[in-house]
């Protein structure tokens, strides 16, 4: 259903309750033009890329064009893909940009940021109707006065919109929720897409982003969405004499409920300088979609992202935890481990492969494109190469270890069989992601974005690594190890 279907408005207060739509002449003049022009010239220095996602084992290059920005060392995973923020001006950072105008985006960004944040807070005290009986069957009748208002003669689809309770414990929970800490920014022009998927369940027609949930969020959290279609570039609009079901010429939001396709789909149109809002738990209950129109279009999707494994200073703690067991002899360079407890070598080495897995890899397989803004990453991820690199040393230090026979066969037994598990592990990631960085749709990407493995190395290479890349021959050798202590072991 859209605006122009009766039912509409009954279906939003019902069903959707939890979605908050305001027009764009709510927001203030002076905040479009910034956003808006940091839109253009983040686009005009080619800062927007199609990431590269996985998704049941297949690689797949977005249709639309992506940059994270957000809190200094913030990073968001979704579809197996770990972006990176750029981050945007912040207190106590020393964040130097590719130009000026860069930096302006990203300032105008972290102003709307704050804007809806302080919007979605007000609107969450503002649907806080569990106080008394007598303050909802008043606030009950009033919606259904309001929602018999068109959707187009108002400023904010917001105002007493539904019957929704968001129950807070206190301030510091309504915060929290609402506290964006990044906002992922996407930009499409639909005339320059080959294929646009159809909407499968209600014929909405092309989607610029398939049904989904936003990943990676911390629970119960708010999305905040501002959107700027540029209607200037000569798109017209369907009138709506002649139109059935909603304008393919304008871009829409369209919302289900999540696995159900017999309550109608909302398809709601997105003009230049609307916002929405996705409460509480809209994200869990509902899937959204994206909906193409004609013209290029920008949005800017505020999140509370779930950051407790995917900040630096989550990783770097990480790190510094794992080389607790690593000890330097006082007398000499010689290297040795404090520890070969199964249960220290198991979370040392888990450690090992989410920084190479989670960390190097990811980063380097969207090759240079940060160096578009900033080069503000590079310090950071050395410091995790060489904190890599000292765990490689202490996984060859393991192999050294459990190659000595004066070790009870017991608890050697049982340290090999934990370190095999995470080696085995190790192996199969280091294949998928050295295929994955020769894939067609890789090799398909502009010389600065295509990925780089890394890190990467040959027995030839001149890079003093300890162990080889390829494993085979370690994890065939330890388990020719096991299986001869176990025989050995008494029955």
Not at 71 to 98: A, Q, S
Request: with cysteine.
């Amino acid at each position: 259903m859209t605006p122009a279907d009766d039912d509409f408005h009954q279906l939003w207060k019902t069903k959707y309750s939890k979605l908050i739509f305001r027009k764009s002449e709510t927001v203030p003049e002076e905040l479009h033009q910034m956003v808006q022009k940091g839109f253009l010239t983040l686009r005009e220095h080619d800062c927007f890329f199609q990431d590269l996602v996985r998704i049941k084992g297949k690689d797949f290059l977005t249709p639309v064009s992506r940059i994270l920005i957000g809190n200094p060392g913030c990073t968001y995973k979704y579809l197996n893909t770990r972006l990176f923020t750029v981050p945007w001006p912040t207190e106590g950072y020393d964040i130097k940009y590719c130009s000026p105008q860069i930096h302006d985006a990203c300032k105008a960004l972290i102003r709307l940021n704050d804007y809806l944040h302080i919007e979605a807070v007000k609107t969450l005290q503002g649907q806080n109707l569990c106080e008394t009986k007598e303050m909802k069957d008043t606030a009950v009748i009033d919606r259904e006065q309001s929602f018999a208002t068109s959707l187009t003669e108002r400023g904010s689809v917001s105002k007493d919109q539904s019957g929704v309770c968001v129950p807070e414990d206190d301030s510091v929970s309504l915060k929290n929720r609402t506290s964006y800490n990044l906002t992922l920014l996407n930009y499409m022009d639909p005339l320059q897409m080959l294929y646009l998927k159809q909407e499968p369940y209600f014929g909405m027609g092309n989607m610029a982003v398939s049904w989904h949930h936003d990943e990676n969020l911390v629970e119960r959290s708010t999305v905040a969405v501002y959107s700027y279609s540029c209607e200037d570039s000569g798109v017209g609009e369907s009138s709506e004499q002649e139109l059935k079901g909603r304008d393919p010429a304008v871009w829409h939001v369209g919302l289900k409920v999540a696995w159900d396709i017999e309550t109608p789909g909302l398809a709601i149109p997105l003009h230049q300088g609307d916002f929405y809002l996705m409460l509480d738990d809209l994200n869990m209950t509902h899937q959204h979609c994206v909906l193409a129109g004609l013209s290029p279009r920008f949005s800017s999707t505020h999140r509370v992202a779930d950051c407790s494994r995917g900040t630096l200073e989550y990783i770097f703690g990480q790190c510094e935890l794992a080389l607790q067991n690593l000890q330097t002899d006082s007398d000499s360079v010689a290297l040795s481990l404090k520890s070969l407890e199964a249960a220290v070598v198991k979370q040392v080495e888990e450690i090992h492969n989410e920084v190479e897995f989670e960390w190097l890899r990811q980063f380097w397989f969207q090759g240079k494109r940060y160096l578009k803004c900033t080069d503000w990453w590079l310090k950071p991820m050395a410091k995790l190469e060489e904190f890599w690199r000292k765990m490689e040393i202490m996984t060859s230090l393991v192999l050294s270890e459990v190659r000595k026979e004066q070790q009870i066969e017991e608890q050697r037994n049982e340290t090999i069989s934990c370190f095999l598990l995470v080696l085995k592990e190790r192996q199969r990631l280091r294949k998928e992601w050295t295929v994955r960085c020769q894939s067609d749709a890789a090799e398909s990407l502009p010389e600065d974005q295509k990925p780089e493995c890394h890190p990467f190395w040959t027995d030839d290479d001149e890079c003093n690594m300890p162990l080889p890349y390829d494993l085979e021959e370690v994890i065939a050798y330890l388990q020719n190890l096991t299986q001869w202590i176990t025989s050995d072991l008494p029955a």
